[in-house]
């Protein structure tokens, strides 16, 4: 039996602003009105080791882009260890603000570490755990950070990189093919994108 039996692993990914945050609790009440039973999690985070790997990944000690990529990586292999898979095998529906794909985005090609060790990283840091879906909330460059102004989202140390570093990691995301992976258009006001949300979702429960 697959470790995750009736359970269901279903991923928000994006870049800054994308409206994730905003997303994700209205899915949630969707998946929950279905009547089906629902863990959220955000990543980095989630777990006492995980929430420790947050504090030092999000304030402004500097890293380099290797220490970074263990720490998050840590967070994740604790999440998945202690979280994820537990759930997914009580045949729970996971919600994960952001997974693996964040990884490459953010760390493979925003830092500028060798992709395929990246994607071998994340492999082993969760065991080769695979959402079953992945919805990727788009963005024309340059209107995530307008929004995250806007919202006056206090920036971390990683919403403070520079505007060239957030336009590869939003151009990335658009071009994001395979299994699994679905794209919404970020752009669009949050219920028209939470209702396109549910939509893909409601496919994937079909599916046994
Ligand atoms: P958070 O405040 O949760 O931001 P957001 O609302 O954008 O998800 O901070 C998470 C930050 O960590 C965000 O800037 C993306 C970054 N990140 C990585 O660089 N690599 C990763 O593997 C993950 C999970 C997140």
């Known amino acids: 039996m697959s470790a995750r039996a009736g359970g269901r692993f279903i991923v928000l ?12 609790p209205r899915l949630a009440e969707r998946i929950r009105a279905a009547g089906l039973p629902l863990v959220t999690v955000r990543e980095p985070g989630g777990t006492p080791v995980a929430e420790a790997a947050r504090r030092a990944l999000l304030e402004d000690h500097p890293a380099s882009g290797m220490a970074e990529l263990f720490l998050f990586l840590a967070a994740r292999a604790d999440l998945v260890a202690a979280v994820i898979r537990p759930a997914l095998a009580a045949g729970q529906v ?8 964040s990884t490459e985005a953010y760390q493979a090609v ?15 840091a969760t065991g080769g755990l695979r959402a079953d879906l992945t919805l990727i909330l788009d963005l024309p460059d340059g209107v995530g950070r307008q929004r995250q102004l806007a919202g006056g989202k206090a920036g971390d140390r990683l919403d403070r ?48």
């Open 110 to 124: 925003g830092r500028g570490l060798e992709p395929a060790f990246v994607q071998a990283a994340n492999a082993a």
């Open 161 to 208: 990189e520079a505007e060239e570093f957030h336009r590869r990691v939003a151009a990335f995301y658009r071009g994001v093919r395979g299994p699994g992976i679905v794209h919404l258009d970020g752009s669009r006001p949050v219920n028209e994108v939470a209702e396109a949300a549910w939509d893909a979702v409601e496919g994937v429960l079909k599916q046994h």
């Open 13 to 24: 990914e994006g870049p800054e602003g994308a409206g994730k945050s905003t997303v994700a």
């Open 94 to 101: 996971v919600l994960a603000d952001r997974y693996e794909l």
